[in-house]
């Protein structure tokens, strides 16, 4: 059997949140990812998540229809204690970005969570000019004054967005989501320099490279039609199966799972504070966390960070 409490805890930079590394990402929920998801499937996987002392639970306005992922999430936080979870959602995508249709989407989020307040709201995925769109910052500062919002954050949209990262403490940001794994490592460059210099709390999405890091995948791995991977270049996904076999051969430890060791790789990186996978099952919410008892990556299986 699983021991409980099996993952760690890192500040998510300058708030006052301690944050499980790993954390729950929910984009699965809306049926996305080819699979959709019965409340008692979800009521399972986060009280198991919750065993093994994860507290982190990433959300959408947009993952599915009607705020799904948010309505499932919120019918399981009914039975829970609130403060046992930090719950963080987006914004941008399901109405826009100006003031009064995010501050309608905030309210829809809070109803279909359940929840009184939300411990990060963050601008989702949205262009520079989307970004700067007159008083967003100054009324989501407001519905933090109100107690509706703890900490604002930003999902960025490429890796390599250092206009939106680098104005995080003007605008009053404390969180910067971004893609980032072993495959993908761009925001090493920029973003992750910023966000230590201006200790941003980092969520890393995608640490599986969409699952492709979980070494399972043939070069002609196949997907139903309503999992949003349905749509690759078939070169695409034979050049990234070889790529993830070369780094299971020449990194990862013998008697290592491969997805495991991608989390963990993840959090080996010092602007990393929680890595967010998706999880289908209940022994994938574990495997998850199994890898925050991989405290680092060997050395001599790691690449250095230069």
């Known amino acids: 059997m699983e021991r409980e409490r099996a993952v760690k805890y890192r500040r998510l930079g300058r708030t006052d949140l301690k944050v499980s590394v790993v954390g729950v990402g929910t984009w699965q929920f809306g049926g996305d990812w080819g699979k959709d998801f019965?409340?008692?499937?979800?009521?399972?996987?986060?009280?198991?998540?919750?065993?093994?002392?994860?507290?982190?639970?990433?959300?959408s306005a947009c993952y599915g229809p009607d705020h799904l992922s948010e309505a499932l999430i919120g019918k399981f936080l009914e039975g829970q204690r609130r403060e046992d979870w930090i719950i963080a959602t987006k914004f941008g995508h399901v109405r826009g970005w100006k003031p009064d249709e995010v501050r309608r989407t905030i309210e829809d989020s809070l109803r279909a969570l359940r929840t009184d307040y939300l411990d990060i709201l963050q601008f989702h995925s949205g262009s520079d000019e989307d970004f700067d769109t007159e008083g967003l910052w100054e009324m989501l500062q407001r519905q933090v004054e109100a107690g509706k919002l703890r900490h604002?954050?930003?999902?960025?949209?490429?890796?390599?967005?250092?206009?939106?990262?680098?104005?995080?403490?003007?605008?009053g940001v404390s969180v910067i989501q971004v893609v980032y794994n072993r495959l993908d490592r761009k925001p090493e460059e920029r973003v992750f320099p910023s966000c230590?210099?201006?200790?941003?709390?980092?969520?890393?999405?995608?640490?599986?490279?969409s699952g492709f890091l979980s070494g399972k995948y043939g070069p002609d791995a196949t997907f139903p039609d309503n999992d949003v991977r349905s749509g690759r270049d078939r070169e695409r996904i034979r050049s990234t199966v070889e790529q993830v076999q070369k780094i299971k051969e020449a990194?990862?430890?013998?008697?290592?799972?491969m997805a495991q060791?991608?989390?963990?790789?993840c959090l080996t990186h010092p602007a990393v504070t929680c890595v967010i996978p998706g999880c289908k099952s209940v022994q994938q919410v574990?495997?998850?966390?199994?890898?925050?008892?991989l405290d680092r990556v060997p050395d001599d299986h790691k690449q250095a960070w230069e």
């Open 152 to 171: 604002l954050g930003t999902s960025i949209g490429y890796n390599d967005n250092l206009y939106e990262t680098a104005k995080s403490m003007e605008v």
């Open 286 to 293: 574990e495997s998850n966390a199994g890898a925050a008892d």
């Open 196 to 209: 230590q210099e201006q200790d941003l709390g980092v969520l890393a999405r995608v640490p599986l490279a």
């Open 38 to 59: 019965a409340q008692d499937e979800v009521d399972a996987m986060l009280a198991r998540a919750r065993e093994l002392g994860i507290n982190l639970i990433d959300t």
């Open 251 to 257: 990194e990862v430890p013998d008697g290592m799972e």
């Open 261 to 265: 060791w991608a989390l963990a790789w």
